[in-house]
T-cell receptor
Framework: DVKVTQSSRYLVKRTGEKVFLECVQDMDHENMFWYRQDPGLGLRLIYFSYDVKMKEKGDIPEGYSVSREKKERFSLILESASTNQTSMYLC???????????FGAGSRLTVL | GENVGLHLPTLSVQEGDNSIINCAYSNSASDYFIWYKQESGKGPQFIIDIRSNMDKRQGQRVTVLLNKTVKHLSLQIAATQPGDSAVYFCGERAAGNKLTFGGGTRVLVKP
């Protein structure tokens, strides 16, 4: 019954490493989103995509990039991880015209 | 939405009582609002939503109230159960298809 799958639940990386966070949805949704979640700060939008090969910056895109080569897959990339990117990362998807986001279980990243 | 720094506000509720979770939203142009529930170790789950042309919407044991005059949203949970213990957060949509979210409120249900 899992709809949005994030490949890694927990990752520990070192400063300067390149990090890939993968997200796959099986609902044929057009829209996909990456948020980070920090205590008390809520969910902050990093990047989103409305279609394959399309991407748009969210509210906090600095230090991140994304890739959407296939409709079902949306990857978040940290080119050079830093300690302030230690966070919970949540992927979500939605269908065009539908406002409700379906979230994955999250990927908790620790950068040492 | 709410920004309470590093600490989540916490609502302690006796099992069986009603819970009211509040959210102040920031943009008077927001036309859509949503509530999510997030249990420990899980991703957020959709609870209920409401459009700005409505004041109230009811679901199963939950009611969302919208007061556009004071930019306030609330989620009421009837007969709170232990399984309702979670972090609840509201979201608003102001432009495009982007949702922005508040910091959340932790609900602890006491047996």
């Amino acid at each position: 019954d899992v709809k949005v799958t994030q490949s890694s639940r927990y990752l520990v990386k070192r400063t300067g490493e390149k990090v890939f966070l993968e997200c796959v949805q099986d609902m044929d949704h057009e829209n996909m989103f990456w948020y980070r979640q920090d205590p008390g700060l809520g969910l902050r939008l990093i990047y989103f995509s409305y279609d394959v090969k399309m991407k748009e910056k969210g509210d906090i895109p600095e230090g991140y990039s994304v890739s959407r080569e296939k409709k079902e897959r949306f990857s978040l990339i940290l080119e050079s991880a830093s300690t302030n990117q230690t966070s919970m990362y949540l992927c979500a998807s939605s269908s065009t015209g539908i406002n409700v986001l379906t979230f994955g279980a999250g990927s908790r990243l620790t950068v040492l | 939405g709410e920004n309470v720094g590093l600490h989540l506000p916490t609502l302690s509720v006796q099992e069986g009582d009603n819970s009211i979770i509040n959210c102040a939203y920031s943009n008077s142009a927001s036309d859509y609002f949503i509530w999510y529930k997030q249990e420990s170790g899980k991703g957020p789950q959709f609870i209920i939503d409401i459009r700005s042309n409505m004041d109230k919407r009811q679901g199963q044991r939950v009611t969302v109230l919208l007061n556009k005059t004071v930019k306030h949203l609330s989620l009421q949970i009837a007969a709170t159960q232990p399984g309702d213990s979670a972090v609840y957060f509201c979201g608003e949509r102001a432009a495009g298809n982007k949702l922005t979210f508040g910091g959340g409120t932790r609900v602890l249900v006491k047996p």
